[in-house]
């Protein structure tokens, strides 16, 4: 056993002092750091995670593909369906012009009938203030000429008192 220790020892020696026992004790550590912290379980929910997203990116794509499909399905009748609705437009535009056109004429009818009622109102206005005026201008003539008349012959104006005069006697009667 004397043999023994020294060779126990040099074998220690070069364990210790080689690269050996280094990795050893990095192995070791690397042992109990997969133990705490349970890397493997880490990895195989990382693994599961990827596949997932992987899993999510295809169900994605799929649904992007249905969706590129209905739009090409919609694009498709696109044109016809953009002629119906200028051509729609087109029919609702001259309805709306024919419509305001005769709107506009029916106006004009309406507002020269007016016209024509108050120029009419406005000719029998200024008629009747053309005759109030000529009466009243022929009353005032014949005034004078009555009380020109009656100056020149004096016999007159008591004939005039006596018919007035009689006239109120039958009235009272």
């Known amino acids: 056993m004397g043999n023994l220790l020294p060779t126990i020892y040099h ?10 026992f280094n990795f050893v004790v990095f192995i070791a550590i690397f042992a109990w750091i997969f133990k705490k912290f349970d890397l493997k379980g880490m990895l195989t929910g ?15 794509k799929a649904e992007a593909t249905q969706e590129l499909k209905k739009a090409e399905t919609a694009v498709a009748n696109l044109e016809t369906e953009l002629t119906v609705i200028v051509k729609e437009a087109q029919k609702s535009a001259e309805f709306i012009s024919d419509k305001i056109l005769k709107e506009a004429a029916a106006q004009i009818e309406s507002i020269e009938s007016n ?31 009555i009380e020109k008349v009656l100056a020149e012959t004096p016999t007159l104006q008591e004939k005039y008192i006596n018919e007035s005069i009689d006239e109120l006697d039958r009235l009272n009667f």
């Open 115 to 145: 016209a024509v009622k108050v120029i009419d109102a406005e000719e029998k206005l200024l008629v009747s203030t053309l005759s109030k005026s000529a009466s009243k201008a022929s009353i005032a003539v014949a005034k004078s000429h």
């Open 11 to 20: 074998i220690w020696n070069v364990f210790v002092t080689s690269n050996l």
């Open 46 to 60: 990382l693994q599961k995670k990827v596949s997932d997203l992987i899993e999510a990116a295809k169900r994605e």
